[in-house]
């Protein structure tokens, strides 16, 4: 089984049952918290869960590290509590274990509090700085975990940014500087190479830069299962979610049996993104594919293609005679906001609204739908519109910072308006329709390249071809799109992608 997150499987005990391998069910802060409020009325020992926390941690850091050092950063709130009994159980296995008490002056939760005099009764050291200490020692975040927050103070930062030179930093929970709903991180934030977190994943620690600074998750659940009691924020997607997608092939089958997908794509001088476009349509499986762009793109697109069948189209009426053939369309790659755009644009959705044909909208299309003249226009539920986070940004009329502060409030959103199938793009991109709500974590810098939007489009509109749902060609092309990128970034490495070579790539995953 793929494991692209690295995340291991530890020893298990009476209360710990499973380490997933696979991140899938991810939660709000505020359902993590409500689920263990009453999980603990229930139990009625939530020093039992912390201590079953701290044991399994401590067993966790015993085996991944043979150093003797190390250092607890200890919150005012239970994380903190969870802290100084890891360090305690560290103690018991003669390790040397040093606590700095950050804001000592913040009143501790009573649990913190019974925890911290259990650690002052085995005279452990209390370091009050980290200025002197190896940064071969093994540093230890518990300051806040879940209840996190990105305004932290200067006292804070000044500390976190001396923790970035320890060669081993482990998170308890959540790391410090984290928003455990956004992913958005303080301007000083814990960068963990590993977060030891329990009972669920956080959204935070999925989306934005968050998960940038979990570094491998392992989740320990003590013994409680999320998943039966409590319906997940999100679902984040593997490889083995959508692997039963992929359209099969019977023997006897012909080119007719896989799918017609039209691509309508390419002003003047970005004749490029059409031809990637339907490229990545044929490569991934449609059965015909042909290309209505702008005549000057006709022979360049038959030079690279000739697979492809391509027509010049230089107003709406030369797309017309095209809208009753194809099984999907993929419009917008290369598209702006013009007058040859937008007619093309214009007629193609009327077509569309009439016949129902499942359609794709990327780039320029989704910019011209915020113009006064599509304002009318029911694009319909089976419409897919893949934004990036500066189009989302204009679509929904805020900044881009407002769709980064929490991307998937903004997929909702969009959604709400719109009424259509919804890939927000990014660092944890969001799949969303009116019920369900999908994030793939993988991929990364490699594919924040030009035409990878293009290639994405093209996987997608020939999944919808070959008979997929929308909704299930949407979360199939994202993922197979994301782990191409990490693959290519694998063998080569993050910088220098072309596009287009992420094809061998997903017809790697295809088959």
Known sequence: MMDPYGLAHT????????VYPLVNSIYTAEQVRAFEEDLFIKEGDDLRAMMEAAKQSVEILNKDFSTSEFIILCGPGNNGGDGYFIGIGL????KCVK???????VKKSPLCEHAFKVAQDLDFINAKTLKGIS???IIVDAIFGIGGRIDLGSELEEILSDCNRFESKIAIDVPTGIDSNTGEISQACFNADKTITFIGYKLGQRINEGKNYCGKLILKDLGFSMDKNVSPTVKELSFEDIKSNIPKRKENSHKGDHGKLLIIAGDEGFGGAGIMSSESGLKTGAGLVRLLTRKSHVSASLTRNPEVMVSGADNAQDIEANLEWPDAIVAGPGMFENFWSEQILYKLLFSVADKGTPTLLDAGALRLLCHKAFSKINLGSETVLTPHPGEAAEMLKVSVKDIQKNRIESAKALQKKYGCIIILKGNGTIICNKNDIYLCSSGGPELAVAGSGDILSGIIGSLIAQGLTPFDAAKTGVVIHSLAGEDFANDVGKIG?????LIPYIR???N
């Not at 020893?11 to 499973?18: C, E, G, L, N, R």
């Not at 606590?99 to 002056?105: A, E, K």
Request: hydrophobic residues 40%.
């Open 497 to 501: 992608l072309a596009a287009g070579e």
């Open 99 to 105: 606590f700095i008490d950050v804001l000592s002056h």
């Open 508 to 510: 790697k995953f295809l």
């Open 135 to 137: 940064s071969k020692t």
């Open 91 to 94: 103690g018991e296995l003669k």
């Open 11 to 18: 020893t298990q005990t009476d209360w710990q049952k499973v």
